[in-house]
């Protein structure tokens, strides 16, 4: 039997993963982080991205899309805390095209309404979803 560590995923929402895995990797701010049983204690931030979780006796792994949040880890524990998250098999791919392109729009807009900095984020977010969308495709 491998070793585990327990892994909770929790949004603004709801909890959207609690269970075992024999590793976690999430986006961290400078890059994808691999987490294992008996890790050395961190606390970090990380960028919108997939949380990939292998889990125990199961040959796919899990995904989870996190807009960004927060990444504590203990020996036996791994928290996530994200604003907003879902499950890679619920992203919805139009809906990421759509917010990418209307992104991209109000980046190139000089006058919108919106200020470039909150439109440069939604995009980063809708490239990670779809991303995320991408890395779930390659699993199936």
Excluded at 52 to 70: C, D, F, H, T
Excluded at 100 to 106: G, L, P, Q, S, W
Excluded at 107 to 117: C, G, P, Q, S
Aim: charged share 25%; net charge negative.
């Amino acid at each position: 039997m491998a070793m585990t560590i327990h892994v909770d995923i929790v949004s603004a929402e709801k909890s959207l993963y609690s269970g075992s895995a024999e590793m976690v990797i999430a986006p961290g701010q400078r890059g994808e982080l691999g987490v294992y049983p008996r890790h050395t204690p961190l606390l970090t931030t990380l960028r919108p991205g997939a949380v990939r979780i292998k889990v125990p006796n199961q040959a796919e792994e899990e995904l989870v899309y996190v807009s960004g949040g927060i990444l504590e880890v203990q020996p036996h524990v791994v928290t996530i805390l994200s604003d907003s998250a879902v499950r890679g098999a619920d992203l919805d791919e139009a809906k990421a095209l759509e917010a990418k392109r209307a992104a991209e729009e109000a980046m190139k807009d000089k006058t919108a309404t919106m200020d470039y900095a909150q439109a440069q984020a939604e995009l980063a977010q809708a490239v990670a979803q779809l991303a995320t969308i991408k890395k779930l495709r390659k699993l199936n």
